[in-house]
């Protein structure tokens, strides 16, 4: 399997189906070992193949080349031998695609993968094509490729033989299923292990879409999976139902494990194959059967809580009557949960959450009927009781405890409702009994007010008094309500209150039981009683209509009883004598019966849909019945009438505003008076219209039932008329709307009242009322069973089932003892538990399946196992199950370490296993319990990959590197007396399979240490690398025996050394072998190997056989060549790589040595060995030696070392990781500097050409152009750039792979297969087996022609211009339509797709690079001809690298697998980091060729979308490294573009900075905090900060200058002016600051930060605020302070070289300070405050001496006196104080310290040489600065400094420009004449006017008008005009102002004379000259004409107002 591609066995199925056949002798005695093997092959097969598919998916390794087919189809492994191949690129020197150096002729004859008669027996060579081209264009292909050289009923036998995956994942599951009944433990583990892969491969192999596929195939992939889940179904319940049985423990474990692990196995196939929504369709009753048992079961839903959402979800769909039986029973479930929680938390101390314990109370109701725990009630009512006791009870609490007492008192069981009546009885007695007479009322009663609600109170007296089923409810509801309502005593005034208020509403049932032979009853009928010596009971009209209520009582005593009450309230009415009729005992003895009638009135009104009467009708008759003045007669007609019409509930409205009520009751009062007989004729009529209004308003009977006076009137008319039943009914049926109208009122007795209360229209009564009153009327009933009565989730039925008897039991207990681990604790405790039910109690079946489902408890249970084991058996028993446990965690968890893991790092299991693990097995049954053991061990450290445990691994590594016996690695290599007992042949067996096993455990240690970072585990792993690979290389050299062929073994060896040479250093650490030795005997084994397998066997052209050692010995090989440069150091190591060429035969012929054994492993079938043998080669070219010697070794070869790479590099059929290597050959190979013509004895000549027909030959840089021209390299380039593939997957799991149309079936439907691989939809290669015939014979055109052949036809294809085409977002690849299937076709189809990968595009950037250095302009010109740069920016896509990251930061089950994210998104930073290195030598060699708008803007885009990339929750160590390295080359390519075109690219940078800003301060932050892990990205991120700020300031300063400004956003805005970014600069700032302050001062780091900070401070105020709280001034100032002592206390010690060093380090120190002082200080002068208080000056003054002496940091000094004098007075006059510090011994050169800074500085200005003139100019815009000082020009003017200006020397011959010094004094003199006192100063000095006067006929380009503006400020005061007024020069130069070409000057003259006449008579007289005025007024007229709209311009209206006022003046006397 190692050597033959696994789809070879799909291929060729036979081998699959022997082992299939395998499988079924695991029912057979002592055949299983034979079927765990076929398992275990299986089990790999399906690895295998999983890894083809990562392969084949993988973009960097898709190929074109023919013989691709070779390595991946067994149908074409005969063609290398039979057939001649002609490739696109020959290979050097041979016809052959595959060279050898010694190659043998002879040809191995079948068995080992070369048997091309497998197929057909009729295959031959003559069969083959010359020409044959197949190509394979994916994995899915492969079974469908016709073969030339087979017969067409060949091809289709074999086509029908073929397994298609989905076909082989089917087969296993058919097979494997069955073996899960099995008894055999280690069975079911393996086969499920082995089912779990199969799995894996089925979701990437069957799509959930083949339910829907109604082809053949589809139909019979449904059955065979349909069978297969029965199976499963079928499975689950025999392990379930078997559990049960009467059995040995050791069963019953046995089947409770395998229950488990096939339960989740089962549910995890489901999701991955069946969509819930299709379940009930398709599963069958076993599934269905085992899903119903699996969701009753509670142990597995709390350990797998996701296996059981999904089962419920499965059968919710599946059985709807077992789903509603899990649904109740789960809510029966999470009563009990609440009923334990409930007791458990009223068991506890402390304050209670009531609300909480009230819902909990709630729930727990509705489980009673099971677990019947009685005391819960009389703690719920106790609850109860004390949340109505606390005045101080929410509203919301009452509510909802009062909720749940109706609960219990309206409960369904009548236990529950007794006990309940029976505890609130026993609170009412507690609260009321006669024996609490002598306790104070107020503390007792308030017990009781839980009862006195409405609520409560209404389901006592309607349902607890009438109880039908128990006496004990109905005797303790009637002692209730009788303790209460003779309880008034005991009550406080309140609670009587209370009592009555809540019972008013419940009267009318109360009063149903009223008696007077009962006690109950007298007590009712006391309400109704008016009682004379205290206040009555209850309110009048309520007493009133409780009387009236009595007289439709059933028992005649109590009607009696009524009447004589009513006439007592008749009588005492007020007015009753003026009423009829006369109340007396006549009349009363007629009515006792009045209202028991015998034709009840039914009250029902109509709702018609249409109105039959028009509402104009009904006014009128209302009109007629309401008028005095109509007859009697007719008003009783329009009445009756009317109440026909009132029938219609609709009509009600109109007469309600009309007021009839009204109308009636004023007809009804006059009735009743004296003269009432009038009326009498209208009361009939009248009470029918009533009674129809009130029946259909309940707002209006609401109303009226509270007038009393209606109430007597309507009994009065009754008495009245007691002899006419209708009238008497009618009132009755009134009395029955108004008196039981509380009652009536449904909505104001449900539990939970809406806020709106619902007003039905149909009047009905409960149930209870009917029974107890004899009722006038017919009417609805209601509330016939209480409205509080909960429903109980389980029926009796559902009980007695025993899933779910089972499940409720251990739910009990669990929540009883709450949770798994305090319930077992107990089970094994042998305390006492708490007497239960019988029901509740748990059976050892319970207890065992709890103990085994609870993973904690389970493991250490098979720990305790293995301590007590007396036998191998119990032990490898216990190890299998820990391994069960292992495989549940790995079906339920997707990825994530699951509980398994994390309990067994809680558990003391090493020392369990240590005894097995620390000696040598001595016998073949401890071989196999150590296999056991050490297998168990690889598959935990497997599991917990992702989170490795570390004091697992440090247990291992301890255990492996023992310092006695050290078993497990002693074991890797057999003794000599364990090598002779190999005649054994099952003892062989079973030590191969432990080496095997220890190899495997060694791959995964090495495998899970690349993670850990913990500093002993390392040095521990440092050891156990060296270790191991000494006694890998002791594998090497032995064989198993000398009979047996052993490539297993060397095959296991060399992928474990494969595994360990992956380690930088794994070589040096062992103690006794130097590092380079352990290398040299690795190489030198390792070139036997490669010698032994390819080169002596010519390649494996001839056979399969040691394809894996080929390939692992290769990649040992690369990882060698690394190692080996790391340990030999200068030592020359190359020539042990060399092996001897020629024949073994040709013995007299000298041997060569060389590399050439490496040459056809470039150009071997498989192209991972290519990859890895070019990787092998660009190692070695690193090196120069390794240049030469392969140059050396490819002389035989045409075309040489330069032509085979180049070759490679250009083949389009060759994918694109192998053309990567080769580009890092040639890179590597153009490092050595060639030469650019032939020179004798030069080690390195690079490439030759020679021209065979001018014989021309060509070496070193001339020959690499012309190799690059011939191959048409750049137009090559071109290409693959366009054809860029950014996909991470090279075909989606989730689409079908072949568009279909009807001629492609043509095999009965077999082709239908491939539509459930989700795979590609491949461009450019979808094509069906039906095509083949007649493209297969094209021969397509030669790729090596002199002219470019595009590499796909545009025409039908893809179009050329872009690779946006192979774009994949995620992963959607985007699909071209294909052409039609037709023959005829004129053109064929294109054969080659280039797909090109970021990777490979990285290496040619790297190489493009060296090109460019080597020749510059040359390839320059090429790229420019090419278009590749903007080609290459082009495929740059920030959004892409976004998508990726924002998957792994929220990773999601529909997510691709994160390695494969991490790939593609490290491989694009890489591209990134080669393209942005590339684009740096761009510009330093031809900056055009990057600087161009359209290419920079979307490069800029996009480079700053990747530098704001959020890497926060990135994982990945490898990754953010990429991110970083990235991020370090782009910072430093986007300072490079500031740098060469900051003009163009600046603004670019800034917007795409304001789009990201947070984004770009975080990550700003972030690099420069890894000045200590990355100082690389910390210096590139602050320099590019830097160098932006910089640009920025510097465009700022430029665009001051011309009239507009930059109308795109500013980063020192963005710092600046927003609220929002505050924020972010002050953390930005705070980095920055520590980045500084943190680093020593020779860290160069340091400097990097102080460059940042300088920048920013320039341009930020916000920064400059930051800095100022951050002490940064306070902390320079110290600093010089420091600095200044050191200098002093360094210049008393000898040494003057050493102390000239550590000066210039010490100036650089100061230097870095002041300028972060002077850019802190500018423009703010809340910081130039600082500095003064720090006392900047006098620790200036004090360094002044070592200023001095260093003109560079005098500069920097002045420019901080500049910025910190500049508009800051203070800051000036604090130069001219004394400095009263210590100075150092002063050296003679330096000169003595003046007593001030500003005479030093004039000191300085005065002996500056000419030549310096930066600092001469410093130091004179310092002395502006302080000329607008007061102090200062005091110093000036007392030091003479003056004289200086009168000495300057004009400018002589034709020069008519003054001189730059002289411009400086000038300017320093217009500052001094802003003042008087500095004007004086100038006066003062003489001839100063005459100099200046002569200075203003000479020009300067920057300042011309600098003397007339000193004469100007001059002229403005009165003491100083008459000075120059006698300077006739001067007047004559003003005047001659007014004549200038420029306008300033003219305005300055006119301005300075108008100053000058100002005030001053004299002046007038002195201008009146003719000269002067003609001047003025030739001015002013000029003036006017050229200025006529001068306001526009303020200066020219100034300059109009200055002539004006001069003509006024002169003309004026």
Request: net charge negative; with cysteine.
């Amino acid at each position: 399997m190692q050597d033959f591609p696994a789809e070879i066995f799909l291929q060729r199925p036979k081998i699959v189906q022997s082992l299939l056949s395998l499988l079924k002798l695991a029912f057979g005695d002592g055949k299983h070992r034979l079927a765990l093997q076929s398992v275990s092959c299986l089990q790999q097969l399906c690895m295998y193949l999983r890894n083809r598919l990562n392969f084949h998916r993988d973009p960097g390794f898709f190929s074109n080349k023919h013989d691709t087919v070779s390595q991946n189809s067994s149908l074409s492994y005969c063609h290398e031998a039979r057939g001649t191949h002609h490739s696109q690129n020959p290979s050097p020197g041979s016809s052959s695609p595959r060279p050898s150096v010694v190659g043998r002729t002879g040809q191995r004859p079948r068995g080992d993968g070369q048997d091309w008669d497998a197929a057909s027996s009729s295959g031959s060579s003559s069969h083959a094509h010359v020409n044959s081209r197949i190509s394979v264009h994916s994995p899915l292909d492969m079974g469908h490729i016709d073969l030339p050289e087979l017969e067409t009923e060949d091809t289709l036998e074999l086509q029908f033989q073929q397994l298609s995956l989905p076909q082989f994942c089917v087969s296993i599951l058919e097979s494997a299923v069955p073996l899960l009944r099995t008894g055999s433990r280690q069975v079911i583990i393996r086969v499920l292990e082995l089912l779990t892969e199969d799995m894996t491969l089925i979701g990437e192999a069957i799509s959930t879409d083949i339910w829907d596929d109604s082809s053949l195939f589809g139909i019979d992939m449904k059955e065979k999976l349909l069978l297969v889940l029965g199976a499963l179904g079928e499975t689950m319940c025999y392990h379930k139902s078997s559990i049960s049985l009467e059995q040995p423990e050791v069963m019953l474990v046995h089947h409770r494990m395998a229950f488990i692990s096939i339960s989740l196995f089962a549910v995890r196939l489901l999701q991955t194959l069946l969509p819930v929504e299709k379940a009930s369709e398709f599963l069958s009753e076993p599934m269905s059967t085992a899903l119903f048992l699996l969701s009753l079961d509670m142990p597995i839903s709390l350990e797998y809580p996701n296996i059981h959402e999904a089962v419920v979800a499965y059968l919710e769909q599946l059985n709807s009557e077992n789903y509603s039986i899990y649904k109740r029973t789960a809510e029966a479930v999470y009563s009990i949960e609440c009923t334990c929680n409930f007791l458990s938390d009223i068991g506890k101390e402390g304050e209670k959450n009531l609300l909480e314990l009230v819902e909990l109370a709630d729930q727990a109701l509705r489980s009673f009927s099971y677990h019947q725990h009685f005391p819960l009630i009389k703690e719920i009512i106790s609850i109860c009781s004390k949340i109505w006791k606390s005045a101080q009870a929410s509203p919301l609490l009452q509510g909802e405890s009062q909720k749940v007492l109706l609960h219990m008192l309206s409960h369904p069981l009548p236990r529950v409702k007794a006990e309940t009546y029976h505890c609130c009885l026993e609170i009412t007695k507690e609260c009321l009994g006669v024996h609490n007479v002598t306790k104070p009322v107020s503390s007792l009663c308030n017990g009781i007010h839980f009862l006195l609600h409405p609520k409560v109170l209404y389901e006592i007296s309607v349902f607890g008094i009438q109880e039908p089923e128990s006496e004990q409810v109905n005797t303790a509801a009637k002692a209730i309500l009788l303790y209460l309502l003779q309880g008034r005593l005991m009550m406080t005034a309140l609670t009587w209150n209370k009592f009555i208020e809540s019972l008013c509403p419940v009267i009318p049932i109360l009063q149903g039981y009223a008696d007077t032979e009962d006690p109950l009853g007298n007590c009712i009928l006391l309400l109704s009683k008016a009682s004379s010596d205290t206040e009555e009971m209850l309110p009048c009209t309520t007493r009133l209509k409780s009387m009236l209520r009595l007289l439709l009582v059933k028992k005649p005593s109590v009607r009696s009883l009524a009447l004589k009450l009513l006439a007592f309230h008749l009588t005492s009415e007020e007015g009753a004598d003026t009423k009829r009729p006369l109340i007396d005992a006549r009349v009363l003895s007629r009515v006792t019966d009045l209202f028991i009638g015998k034709k009840p009135i039914e009250l029902r009104l109509d709702d018609r849909r249409e109105l039959v009467i028009k509402l104009e009708t009904v006014e009128k008759v209302y009109e007629i019945f309401t008028s005095d003045d109509v007859d009697l007669v007719l008003r009783k007609s329009a009445a009756e009438q009317l109440a026909v019409i009132m029938q219609d509930i609709k009509m009600h409205a109109v007469v309600k505003k009309l007021c009839l009520i009204d109308k009636i009751i004023e007809y009804l009062n006059e009735c009743v008076s004296q003269d009432g007989k009038v009326v009498e004729c209208l009361v009939q009529p009248c009470l029918t219209l009533l009674r129809k209004v009130l029946c259909g308003d309940p707002v209006m009977r609401v109303s009226l039932s509270q007038q009393s006076s209606l109430l007597t009137v309507l009994f009065r008319v009754s008495l009245i008329f007691h002899e006419d039943c209708s009238v008497v009914t009618e009132v009755g049926a009134l009395f029955c709307l108004l008196l039981f109208d509380e009652v009536s009122r449904m909505d104001m007795w449900s539990v939970n009242p809406s806020n709106k209360p619902s007003l039905p229209s149909v009047f009905s009564l409960p149930v209870s009322v009917f029974r107890r009153y004899h009722l006038p009327v017919h009417v609805i009933g209601h509330h016939a069973v209480s409205p509080y009565s909960i429903v109980l989730p389980l029926s009796a039925d559902c009980l007695a089932l025993k899933p779910v008897s089972d499940m409720l039991r251990i739910a009990w207990n669990l929540s009883w003892y709450h949770g798994s681990d305090n319930l077992l604790k107990q089970m094994n405790s042998e305390t006492k538990t708490q007497e239960i039910l019988d029901a509740l109690k748990l059976s050892t079946e319970d207890i065992l399946t709890l103990k085994i489902t609870h993973m904690a408890s389970g493991l250490q249970d098979c720990l305790h196992s293995i301590v007590q084991a007396a036998t191998h058996r119990e032990v490898r028993a216990a190890v299998t199950r820990m391994s069960f446990y292992l495989l549940n965690d790995r079906l339920s968890l997707k990825g994530c370490p699951g509980p398994c893991g994390v309990t067994l790092k809680s558990l003391a299991w090493h020392t369990a296993l240590n005894r097995f693990l620390q000696v040598l097995p001595a016998c073949t049954e401890d071989e196999k319990l150590l296999i056991d053991i050490i297998h168990f061990l690889n598959k935990l450290i497997k599991e917990q990959r992702k989170n490795s445990s570390l004091e697992l691994l440090n247990w291992i590594l301890e255990l492996l590197l023992r310092h006695s016996a050290n078993p497990l690695l002693d074991l890797l290599v057999l003794t000599e007396s364990q090598a002779r007992e190999e005649t054994d042949d099952i003892r062989t067996a079973v030590r191969q399979q432990l080496q095997k096993e220890l190899i495997a455990l060694f791959d995964t240690l090495l495998l899970n240490f690349m993670e850990v970072t913990d500093r002993k585990c390392s040095e521990l792993l440092y050891v156990f690398q060296t270790q191991l690979a000494l006694k890998l290389l002791q594998c090497l050299k032995v064989t198993d025996a000398p009979h047996f062929y052993g490539l297993p073994s060397l095959e296991r060896t060399l992928r474990g050394m494969a595994n360990l040479t992956a380690f930088p250093g794994w070589s040096s650490h062992s103690p006794l072998t130097k590092p380079l030795d352990i290398c040299v005997k690795y190489l030198s084994g390792l070139l036997e190997v490669i010698t032994s397998f390819y080169v002596e066997r010519g390649g494996n052209a001839m056979s399969f056989m040691g394809k894996g050692v080929t390939k692992s010995t290769i990649l040992c090989l690369l990882h060698l060549s690394h190692e080996m440069m790391a340990q030999a150091g200068s030592l020359e190591w190359m020539s042990l790589w060399f092996l001897p060429l020629g024949s073994h035969s040709e013995e007299h012929i000298p041997t060569q040595q060389g590399l050439a054994w490496l040459i056809p492993l470039w150009v071997d079938r498989d192209p991972e060995v290519r990859f890895t043998s070019l990787g092998l080669g660009s190692a070695l070219t690193t090196l120069e030696t390794g240049c030469v010697a392969l140059a050396n070794s490819c002389q035989n070869i045409s075309g040489g070392l330069w032509g085979t790479v180049v070759n490679i590099l250009l083949d389009q059929s060759e994918c694109s990781m192998v053309r990567r290597e080769a580009a890092f050959i040639l890179q590597n190979l153009l490092v050595i500097p060639m030469p650019t013509e032939i020179i004798k004895d030069y080690t390195w000549q690079g490439p030759c050409v020679h021209d065979e027909d001018s014989g021309l030959s060509l070496i070193g840089k001339p020959a690499l152009q012309a190799l690059l021209y011939h191959c048409h390299f750049y137009e090559h380039l071109n290409q693959m750039v366009k054809h860029c593939y950014l996909g991470r997957c090279m075909f989606d799991l989730n689409f079908s792979a072949f568009d279909r149309n009807s001629e492609s079936n043509d095999l009965n439907g077999l082709d239908d297969s491939f539509k459930f691989w989700r795979a590609p939809s491949r461009t450019s290669q979808d094509r069906d087996p039906s095509s083949l015939s007649t493209s297969e014979t094209t021969v397509a055109p030669s790729l090596g022609s002199t002219e470019f052949q595009p590499l796909v036809q545009s025409t039908t294809l893809l179009p050329e211009a872009s690779h946006d085409q192979f774009v994949a977002q995620g992963h959607q690849e985007s699909t071209s339509p294909r052409p039609p299937h037709d023959s005829s076709l004129s053109a064929p189809l294109p054969k080659l797709c280039v797909f090109v990968t970021p990777s490979l595009l990285s290496a040619m950037c790297s190489l493009l690079d060296n090109l460019l250095t080597i020749a510059p302009r040359d390839t320059a010109k090429a790229f420019r001809q090419a278009h590749l740069i903007e080609l290459l920016c082009s495929i740059a896509d920030a959004t892409l690298i976004q998508t990726c990251v924002q998957e792994l930061r929220a990773l999601l089950p529909s997510s691709p697998p994160a390695e494969h994210t991490q790939a593609q998104v490290s491989f694009l930073l890489e591209y990134l980091s080669s393209l942005s290195r590339l684009l740096q030598s761009c510009l330093l060699v031809e900056p055009d060729l990057v600087i161009q708008d359209e290419l920079v803007k979307p490069l800029i885009t996009n480079i700053i979308g990747i530098l704001t990339i959020c890497t926060k929750d990135v994982l990945d160590k490898e990754l953010i490294s990429a991110f970083y390295h990235t991020w370090t080359h782009l910072f430093n390519l986007l300072a490079m573009l500031l740098r060469k075109a900051g003009a163009i690219t600046l603004p670019f940078v800034t917007v795409a900075l304001a789009k990201h800003w947070t984004a770009a301060i975080d990550m700003f932050c972030t690099c420069a905090g890894l000045s200590a892990t990355c100082p690389a990205l910390y210096t590139a991120s602050l320099q590019f900060l830097s160098v932006l700020l910089t640009e920025e300031a510097k465009g700022h300063l430029q665009a001051k200058s011309k009239t507009h400004l930059c109308c795109s956003p500013t980063v020192a805005s963005l710092l600046d002016d927003s609220q929002e970014n505050q924020k972010s600069l002050e953390q930005l700032s705070d980095v920055i600051l520590q980045c500084y302050e943190g680093k020593s001062s020779k860290d160069i780091l340091k400097r990097v930060a102080a460059n940042a900070l300088m920048s920013l401070l320039a341009v930020s105020r916000r920064a400059q605020k930051h800095a100022l709280k951050a002490n940064l001034i306070d902390n320079c100032m110290e600093q010089m302070k420091h600095i200044n002592a050191q200098l002093n206390l360094d210049s008393l010690r000898p040494g003057k070289a050493a102390l000239k060093k550590k000066e210039d380090g010490v100036i650089k120190e100061l230097s870095i300070a002041m300028q972060l002082l002077r850019n802190c200080l500018y423009q703010n002068e809340e910081c130039k405050e600082a500095a003064l208080e720090a006392h900047l000056v006098p620790v200036l003054h004090s360094l002044w001496p070592w200023i001095l002496m260093d003109d560079s940091l005098m500069q920097i000094s002045l420019q901080l006196l500049c910025v910190y004098t500049a508009n800051f007075p203070n800051g000036c006059s604090s130069l001219c104080w004394s400095s009263c510090g210590q100075h150092p011994v002063q050296a003679t050169h330096r000169g003595a310290v003046s007593n001030s800074l500003m005479l030093c500085i004039l000191k300085l200005a005065s002996q500056m040489p000419l030549e310096n003139t930066t600092v001469q100019q410093m130091v004179f815009m310092l002395l502006s600065n302080l000329a607008l000082s007061h102090d200062c020009k005091g110093v000036i003017q007392k030091s003479n400094f003056l004289q200086n200006f009168l000495s300057l020397a004009l400018p002589k011959g034709g020069n008519k420009h003054l001189s730059n010094l002289t411009i400086l004094w000038l300017k320093l003199l217009l500052n001094i004449s802003s003042g008087e006192d500095g004007q004086q100063m100038i006066l003062r000095l003489d001839g100063c006017l005459d100099l200046l006067t002569e200075m203003s006929k000479y020009k300067h380009k920057s300042s011309p008008l600098l003397p007339l503006l000193i004469f100007h400020n001059v002229c403005f005061s009165p003491a100083n005009k008459p000075k120059i007024l006698a300077n006739e020069k001067v007047i004559t130069v003003l005047a001659a102002c007014l004549e200038s070409e420029n306008q300033n000057a003219q305005r300055i003259g006119a301005a300075a004379l108008w100053a000058l006449i100002y005030n001053y008579q004299k002046a007038k007289t002195a201008l009146k000259s003719p000269s002067v005025k003609r001047r003025v007024d030739e001015a002013y007229s000029l003036a006017k004409k050229t200025f006529p709209n001068s306001e526009a311009n303020p200066l020219n209206a100034y300059y109009l107002k200055c002539l004006e006022n001069l003509v006024q003046l002169l003309n004026s006397s």
